[in-house]
């Protein structure tokens, strides 16, 4: 009767072990699905919807009275105002706090331009923070089309940035990342001993992992030849190949580079050129996103006419849902053509001499 009771007791144990799944398998991380997110009371906005088919969402834990939480505040507004317009990023902000302080916080200089919540009862931080082991703030989760988490950190770090345009145009690959890194690693190694070959092998080894996803190998591949080994015509040539061999049909790669060329803090002087070479290559041709481009190689060429005329042209045409986006720029555009052109400093050529030479001297 005992080996029988012992015998029973063992089989229950064993099935409850059988269907109860392990902790560890509970966490929450990179390619996990987002949990539900509901928080005690919604502030400010509407909840996105996190399994959203277009763009991203940013899920943006802070407290208001931490300045670490208050910085994160600035670059999500940041975010918002630049790509939030059409709805590609959005951003939801959960407190810990009470409802009362954070409309006191919603109130003040530096508030969330973008919905927030209150999340008092802890449910949503159970839910996300406690799933990913995570206790200190700010911390952003990134979901991407679907419902899928493609990122999780600080939204201090220099990476969430770029990270973010990535994920909003379906660009941000985690696995692919995995894959892309270590020849970008050795690629980087070796153009810091100035062994440009094998450093441009590894770098072409990282983009052919999958080159939508590798922009950013791209650009430095570039850099590298234009800034470190000094051969912008080396440089330039190789850009316009990669892009005949791989983006003609990726107008979001296309723009990608035109954008590194007009307004990359590191790519001096401006290349409008080589810019109009790589639009003229893509298969895109009479979009709105086109014509924007087109406009701005006029503005860096400081054809300002031709500039509020290309994205007039860029406005008329885009989707009512991106009208307003393409309606800011154009606002941009115009603004600078009142504007009285900067004076021109002389060119060494032409600057006379501070006492002509005496002749025979």
């Given at each position: 009767m005992r080996q029988t009771l012992l015998r029973t007791c063992f089989g229950c144990l064993a099935f409850v072990l059988a269907v109860t799944p392990c902790r560890a398998d509970d966490k929450l991380m990179v390619g996990s699905s987002a949990p539900a997110l509901a928080p005690t009371t919604m502030v400010k906005g509407q909840m996105p919807d996190l399994k959203t088919s277009a763009g991203c969402v940013v899920v943006h834990f802070l407290v208001s009275s931490e300045a670490p939480s208050r910085n994160s505040v600035m670059v999500m507004n940041r975010l918002h105002?630049?790509?939030?317009?059409n709805g590609a990023v959005q951003i939801v902000g959960i407190f810990d706090e009470d409802a009362k302080d954070v409309e006191t916080?919603?109130?003040?200089?530096?508030?969330?331009?973008?919905p927030i919540a209150s999340d008092r009862d802890g449910n949503s931080r159970r839910e996300w923070l406690g799933a990913a082991e995570l206790k200190n703030l700010p911390q952003a989760f990134i979901v991407a089309r679907g419902g899928k988490i493609l990122w999780i950190g600080n939204p201090l770090e220099s990476t969430f940035d770029g990270i973010v345009r990535k994920a909003m145009s379906g660009r941000y690959d985690p696995a692919a990342r995995e894959r892309i890194d270590p020849a970008l690693k050795a690629a980087k190694q070796c153009a810091d001993v100035r062994n440009w070959g094998e450093a441009y092998k590894h770098f072409d080894e990282a983009i052919d992992v999958e080159p939508g996803v590798a922009l950013d190998v791209v650009a430095e591949r570039y850099k590298t030849t234009l800034l470190r080994e000094g051969k912008p015509e080396a440089a330039n040539a190789?850009?316009?190949?990669?892009?005949?061999?791989?983006?003609?049909?990726?107008?979001g790669a296309v723009s990608f580079l035109v954008d590194m060329l007009l307004t990359d803090p590191e790519v001096?002087?401006?290349?409008?050129?080589t810019a109009s070479q790589l639009i003229d290559l893509c298969t895109v041709k009479n979009g709105a996103g086109i014509l924007s481009l087109r406009a701005k190689v006029a503005n860096a060429g400081g054809d300002m006419r031709k500039a509020v005329d290309l994205q007039t042209d860029a406005w008329m045409a885009a989707p009512p849902e991106e009208k307003a986006i393409f309606k800011r720029q154009l606002d941009e555009y115009r603004a600078a053509a009142k504007r009285p052109p900067a004076a021109a400093a002389p060119k060494a050529s032409d600057a006379k001499p501070a006492t002509e030479p005496k002749s025979g001297s």
């Open positions: 105002k630049e790509l939030g317009a916080f919603a109130k003040g200089s530096g508030a969330p331009e973008y190789w850009l316009v190949q990669t892009t005949k061999k791989r983006f003609t049909s990726d107008l001096k002087p401006r290349n409008p050129e």
